[in-house]
């Protein structure tokens, strides 16, 4: 059986731009077309911003690589238009199990919050995550969007000039150059446009190797997410089970440091390990295997004069939690808009600089969670595993220990406390959780969901009273649903909230006249200094 | 904010001393360390406060 990632989806061929006797020129260009490159491409589409897509392959990604995508990330997806065909597709999972040793020592129901239109997370191939946005971009071409995706095109060399940046493509036919404004680095952790450039990262290294392999198996296993600490398949180390769609389950074994990464890898003994962990009894067959090893570290500043690195070409996280995919779809998220205001000539320059604070906050948040996590499942010293080792006994007998428990913590979009975007929370007895710099809650409406509402541009959101006339703004004003009550208002009678095309909150007041409100724009737009 | 408390507080001190002790009588270094960490989780929870546990850590640690 094929599988997707062995077929050429956007295979080479020869553009115009290839003969042109002087360089085209492209407003942005990106550079990878893997989840966040994409992302960003069908974002800056939906908004008919001229968008060229370079990848030096033609293929989506192989194996299962990402696998678990968060709320946040399918609400992103929705507003791109592909969320709820990943929503049908992947696999919603609420209970995990931990194992230490030979035992199970407690089981945790992950119950979602209500209300919400999406689901907490949901496993998925990367690959179909891939396809999907990849679908949504022929579509918007069919459509008429500007937007170009040329396969087996790899940038070689990125000049910064003044007002543009030049790039030499290489080619199966040679190499031909184009300028543009903005190139935008989705070139993944071993970014080539950062090592052309020079760029380094600060951040730590983590001695240690994990075995990924995707096994497809007709062992009825139930749909769980099952986390073993020092198992007797796997002594002194780490294992994951995680179901996706398909029947193919994902299996992660850590192996430490000193491995012989290629014996390591060879199917014999990778089934070898595999069934030990399943039992003798159950037939699977081995889907794709792979070794990773991983960073938790960043670039300096994610902006460039006029290159931006977005997803793993600017931070790398460990796998646990889920926020490698996750923050760089987050970080296209925040991008989109601010790119397309600074085209349309509708914001400055500078509303960029915004892009690296807001995100390389987030980098830092998830950094932190990441590396916990890391040292939690990895003891560094006799005395970490002792604290590891008293956490996992005590939870078997003690609810008290299961919060010590770190096998990844679930991925939440960053709040851009700080952000020099944010107007001063002039409500601040509503909701936290709904405070200038927060994502946007969820929210059940009388008719569907308060995000399917808000997003793509700037809007009004009035609750319990009317939106000041003349500011220009899309105004939407729901019924007050218990939802929207509890996420929004709390004891406050009625609110006035600035939303932001990302669905981040800019400003919120109890009432707000229309030059408020247009200075909360412009400064949300970067337009005051 | 609640405070560490560095003065007197325990009744029997000198009980609970004996307590700890023989609560290792026997045990290896390994098994004592393990123990100990157990014991610094439980009262770190029945504690309940980050600040005094900081305190606590910085004291310890002086």
């Not at chain 1, 009825?220 to 073993?228: G, L």
């Not at chain 1, 070898?272 to 295997?289: H, Q």
Request: charge should be negative; include cysteine.
């Amino acid at each position: 059986m094929s599988s997707p990632f062995d077929i050429d989806l956007y295979p080479y061929q020869r553009h115009p731009d290839q003969d042109a006797a002087q360089p085209a020129h492209h407003p942005v260009t990106i550079v990878g077309a893997g989840p966040v490159g994409l992302a960003l491409a069908i974002d800056l589409a939906q908004r008919n911003i001229p968008t060229l897509v370079l990848d030096d392959n033609s293929r989506v990604s192989t194996g299962s690589r990402a696998i678990c995508f968060a709320k946040r990330t399918l609400e992103i997806a929705d507003r791109l238009g592909v969320g709820e065909a990943l929503v049908e597709k992947g696999v919603q999972w609420n209970l995990g199990k931990v194992f230490f040793g030979d035992r199970k020592v407690y089981e945790f129901n992950l119950q979602p919050e209500d209300g919400h239109k999406n689901p907490a997370f949901i496993n998925l191939q990367q690959y179909y995550l891939e396809i999907a946005l990849l679908e949504r971009l022929r579509a918007l071409q069919a459509d008429g969007a500007p937007v170009d995706l040329r396969g087996e095109n790899r940038v070689s060399t990125p000049v910064q000039h003044a007002d543009h940046v030049a790039l030499t493509i290489e080619t199966p036919d040679g190499f031909y150059s184009i300028t543009t404004d903005w190139l935008i680095a989705c070139d993944g952790a071993n970014s080539h446009i950062r090592n052309r450039m020079g760029l380094g990262f600060k951040g730590r290294v983590f001695e240690d190797n994990f075995l990924i392999a995707d096994v497809t198996m007709q062992a009825d296993f139930p749909t769980e997410r099952w986390f073993w600490f020092d198992p007797p398949f796997n002594p002194g180390q780490s294992a994951l089970l995680h179901k996706q769609p398909d029947g193919v389950w994902r299996i992660d074994l850590q192996l430490g440091w000193n491995i012989d990464r290629k014996a390591e890898q060879d199917p014999d003994r990778v089934r070898t390990r595999v069934a030990e962990m399943l039992g003798p009894d159950v037939p699977f067959e081995l889907e794709w295997v792979s070794i990773y090893t991983f960073q938790c570290r960043r670039m300096d500043a994610f902006r460039h004069d006029r290159v931006l690195f977005a997803g793993d070409a600017a931070h790398q996280v460990s796998p646990f939690g889920a926020r490698g995919a996750n923050s760089g779809i987050q970080d296209a998220d925040n991008l989109g808009w601010k790119l397309a205001e600074v085209i349309a000539g509708t914001a400055p320059g500078t509303l960029l600089d915004s892009y690296c604070i807001e995100r390389e906050k987030a980098a830092d948040e998830n950094i932190l969670n990441s590396t916990r996590s890391t040292d939690f499942i990895t003891p560094k010293s006799e005395m970490s595993r002792a604290l590891r080792d008293a956490a996992l006994k005590l939870a078997e007998r003690h609810a008290f220990a299961r919060p010590f428990v770190n096998s990844g913590r679930l991925s939440l979009p960053c709040t851009y406390d700080g952000s020099t975007l944010n107007t001063f929370d002039e409500l601040p007895d509503a909701p936290s959780q709904s405070r200038p710099g927060a994502s946007c809650p969820d929210a059940r409406l009388k008719d569907g969901h308060l995000l399917n509402t808000l997003g793509g541009a700037f809007y009004l959101l009035a609750l319990n009273r009317t939106a000041p006339k003349s500011t220009g703004l899309q105004i939407v004003s729901p019924d007050i649903t218990p939802d929207i009550q509890e996420r929004y208002l709390g004891v406050a009678p009625s609110a006035l909230y600035l939303i932001r095309p990302d669905q981040h909150i800019a400003a919120r007041w109890a009432n707000a006249t229309s030059a408020q409100v247009i200075q909360a724009l412009d400064l949300a737009k970067g337009l005051v200094p | 904010m609640t405070k560490l408390i560095t003065t007197p507080n325990l009744p029997d001190a000198d009980g609970v001393y004996a307590d700890l002790l023989a609560a290792h009588d026997g045990l290896s270094t390994e098994e004592s360390t393990a123990l100990n960490a157990r014991l610094i989780l439980i009262l770190a929870n029945h504690i309940g406060d980050a600040d005094v546990i900081r305190h606590a850590l910085k004291e310890a640690a002086a």
